[in-house]
């Protein structure tokens, strides 16, 4: 899959050959001895702790960006808490009060950013 000399071609072309697999999964030129080994860490199925079944060259990114289960900080708290829990966390949370500096009002906490514009 890339380009060769036209002079070296067929010595290229018979190593290939004899060296080299393409993948059934991903297409990648693998070379052969080191088929199974690629395909049992990049293509086996592997299950993440939200029941998610995925190739394990996958697992990662899914864990770090879309698993519901990833962990995740409360934007008025900063408790880690599971993705999926988040918003209903937030709502509880974001309803507490905190005093305002400036005018000594109870304000909820996902109020206080825009507060300061209202102060008075």
Do not use: W
């Amino acid at each position: 899959k890339k380009d060769i000399p036209a002079v070296n071609f067929i010595i290229h072309e018979i190593h290939c050959r004899r060296n080299i697999e393409i993948c059934p999964y991903c297409s990648d030129s693998i070379p052969k001895s080191e088929m199974k080994n690629h395909i049992e860490s990049e293509h086996v199925q592997v299950t993440c702790k939200c029941r998610m079944k995925m190739e394990s060259s996958l697992l990662k990114d899914h864990e770090e960006s879309s698993c519901p289960l990833r962990p995740a900080p409360c934007r008025f708290c900063d408790i880690q808490l599971a993705f999926s829990k988040l918003p209903e966390h937030e709502l509880y949370c974001g309803a507490r009060t905190e005093p305002c500096g400036r005018c000594g009002r109870h304000v909820l906490l996902r109020e206080l950013q825009e507060h300061p514009r209202v102060c008075g």
